[in-house]
């Protein structure tokens, strides 16, 4: 089925360790971004992309890295992880940034102890 | 600072009955307006987008109103159904930027 595919769904890590979560669409859509969703907080934008290549940091991108080497996959990297950054994470696409609907993927929910 | 304030923070309604969710915001310039609902462990799935020169759109029983000039917008849903429960998500896009700006949410739930 077309849409945003993320993996993993469930991950456990320690304090420090790096690693990288994954995302990739089948839309060929140019807009890709990333979002952590905190309880009792809205959606917050950590890193966005506008097209392969091309990416730019939202609105909490410290502890964060991104890259997009082609237009289906855009991985997050937790460069060493801390508690503060559990969180559930989605990765959504959409046509065009500003007036299209978004596609969200089912999320990963990463908790760092 | 843009915001988005929504309200009631959760709900419940008896199955078929009719109900309304609030969305106020404050970003500016504006864009776009969006609906979105989010069952428990999923993510979000768009409901309506409505831009500035649109003042209501409809998605089956799901029906979004836009008054620019006060910065309000409200979802109501029809006869709703167990499956409508969820959080529903407020979201608001400024002109001229790639951001969005997300509401909390409202939780939905809807009872036998």
């Known amino acids: 089925n077309a849409g945003v595919t993320q993996t993993p769904k469930f991950q456990v890590l320690k304090t420090g360790q790096s690693m990288t979560l994954q995302c990739a669409q089948d839309?060929?859509?140019?807009?890709m971004s990333w979002y952590r969703q905190d309880p009792g907080m809205g959606l917050r934008l950590i890193h966005y992309s506008v097209g392969a290549g091309i990416t730019d940091q939202g609105e909490v991108p410290n502890g964060y890295n991104v890259s997009r080497s082609t237009t289906e996959d855009f991985p997050l990297r937790l460069l060493s992880a801390a508690p503060s950054q559990t969180s559930v994470y989605f990765c959504?696409?959409?046509?065009?940034?500003?007036?299209?609907?978004?596609?969200f993927g089912s999320g990963t929910r990463l908790t760092v102890v | 600072k843009n915001q988005v304030e929504q309200s009631p923070q959760s709900l419940i309604i008896l199955e078929g009955k009719n109900c309304t969710l609030q969305?106020?915001?404050?970003?500016?310039?504006?864009?776009?307006l969006r609906w979105y609902k989010q069952d428990t462990g999923r993510g979000p799935v768009s409901l309506t987008i409505?831009?500035?020169?649109?003042n209501t759109k409809s998605n089956g029983r799901y029906t979004a109103t836009l008054d620019a000039d006060t910065k309000q917008s409200s979802l109501h849903i029809t006869a709703s159904q167990l499956s409508d429960s969820a959080s529903y998500i407020c979201v608001v896009g400024g002109a001229g930027s790639y951001q969005l700006t997300f509401g909390k949410g409202t939780k939905l739930s809807v009872i036998p």
């Open positions: 959504a696409s959409s046509q065009g940034a500003r007036s299209y609907g978004y596609t």
């Open positions: 409505m831009t500035f020169s649109e």
């Open positions: 969305c106020n915001y404050t970003v500016s310039p504006f864009s776009n």
């Open positions: 839309m060929n859509h140019e807009y």
